[in-house]
């Protein structure tokens, strides 16, 4: 694992990741999977400056990650699914803070979209080098 440049951070981020899930309270929500929108942003130690994918936090596994998430069983709550993304990318020991935007697409009232949004951070003198 890179160790990271002190003091030195950058922005990673995943827009508009459409991705179908089961989740919602509803009655019609139950019956299949829905269309939901996945907005990550992270904050990322910078580590190494090789021009190696070793050296960084990989979008290919964050998309693993929240792929991995839909696949999941039937989950009731926005909220819940949202913290496990949180959770999943603040597991990446270059992540120090994390926000999650989570939307559900399918019809709902007039709105073009619902949903929630979580942030969250690496607990004070949790290593980010993973040791």
Same mark, same amino acid.
């Given at each position: 694992?890179?160790?990271?440049? @002190? $003091?030195?951070?950058?922005? *990673?981020?995943?827009? %508009?990741?459409?991705?179908?899930? &089961? ?8 019956? &299949? ?6 907005? *990550?942003?992270? @904050?990322?130690?910078?580590?190494? &400056?090789? %021009? &190696? ?8 596994? *964050?998309?693993?990650?929240? @792929? ?8 009731? *709550? ?12 603040l597991e ?10 989570? @939307? ?10 619902? $949903?929630?949004?979580?942030? $969250?951070?690496?607990?004070? $003198? ?6």
């Amino acid at each position: 694992m890179p160790k990271p440049v @002190e $003091g030195k951070t950058y922005r *990673l981020f995943i827009r %508009d990741f459409i991705v179908p899930m &089961r989740i919602g309270i509803h009655p019609r929500e139950q019956q &299949r999977a829905q269309r939901v929108r996945v907005n *990550l942003d992270l @904050e990322v130690a910078r580590g190494s &400056r090789d %021009d &190696r994918i070793e050296t960084v936090v990989s979008y290919d596994d *964050l998309i693993a990650g929240i @792929e991995a998430i839909a696949r999941q069983k039937h989950v009731a *709550l926005a909220e819940t699914v949202a913290d496990r993304i949180l959770g999943m990318a603040l597991e990446f020991p270059l992540v120090t803070r994390a926000t999650v935007r989570l @939307e559900k697409l399918e019809p709902y009232g007039l709105a073009e979209s619902v $949903g929630v949004e979580i942030e $969250g951070h690496r607990p004070a $003198g949790k290593p980010t080098t993973g040791s």
